[in-house]
T-cell receptor, first 116, second 110 residues
Framework: KAGVTQTPRYLIKTRGQQVTLSCSPI?????VSWYQQTPGQGLQFLFE???????NKGNFPGRFSGRQFSNSRSEMNVSTLELGDSALYLC???????????????FGSGTRLTVV | GIQVEQSPPDLILQEGANSTLRCNFS?????LQWFHQNPWGQLINLFY?????KQNGRLSATTVATERYSLLYISSSQTTDSGVYFC????????????WGAGTKLIIKP
């Protein structure tokens, strides 16, 4: 079966622009989580969506937003890009709806965003 | 919030060697997982192990929840084991996010 698909793989944007990243989860998975990975801060949780609802949000400014569609595909948007937003953005899909007992995450290959 | 510390930060071994990676966490957890990120950035879920011991081929993991640590064992290392190994935990009072350690970077030399 198809894995988690993230598009685009690479992106170069200019400061002040906005960007939209896409994540298609594994068929049947309704949970999608987003993470930002940087050399300095490691992996940090952005938000999780389940059945089109944002269930939790990490400690990121309001410039970071997301949504999930009825087919479980998710998008995240970053407005007014800053140099510090340069990172690998990873999404993960899960079958288990309860994250407290969730035993598996399938990650996409990520979108590497460079802000210049 | 909960703190997750992994050691060692870097490890360089010859092919065929065994290794032990450690993850310490500062509070009780409801979830603990080990991941491997290959040199191309792909993250793979290795184990879900909030307590007890599991084995999968050359890899095994043990979590002693009462003492707040987990160990990942890699036996007979292969070059394809290279990459970064992450431990991630879920806090008891946090429903939806994993807190990640900084990782152990493992390099297996042929």
């Amino acid at each position: 079966k198809a894995g988690v698909t993230q598009t685009p793989r690479y992106l170069i944007k200019t400061r002040g622009q906005q960007v939209t990243l896409s994540c298609s989860p594994i068929s049947g998975h309704r949970s999608v989580s987003w993470y930002q990975q940087t050399p300095g801060q490691g992996l940090q949780f952005l938000f999780e969506y389940f059945s089109e609802t944002q269930r939790n949000k990490g400690n990121f400014p309001g410039r970071f937003s997301g949504r999930q569609f009825s087919n479980s595909r998710s998008e995240m948007n970053v407005s007014t890009l800053e140099l510090g937003d340069s990172a690998l953005y990873l999404c993960a899909s899960s079958l288990e709806p309860d994250p407290r007992v969730r035993d598996g995450y399938t990650f996409g290959s990520g979108t590497r965003l460079t802000v210049v | 919030g909960i703190q997750v510390e992994q050691s060692p930060p870097d490890l360089i071994l010859q092919e065929g060697a065994n290794s032990t990676l450690r993850c310490n966490f500062s509070d009780s957890v409801n979830n603990l997982q080990w991941f491997h990120q290959n040199p191309w950035g792909q993250l793979i879920n290795l184990f879900y192990i909030p307590s007890g011991t599991k084995q999968n081929g050359r890899l095994s993991a043990t979590t002693v929840a009462t003492e707040r640590y987990s160990l990942l064992y890699i036996s007979s290392s292969q070059t394809t084991d290279s990459g970064v190994y992450f431990c991630a935990v879920g806090e008891l009072d946090s429903n939806y996010q994993l807190i990640w350690g900084a990782g152990t970077k493992l390099i297996i030399k042929p």
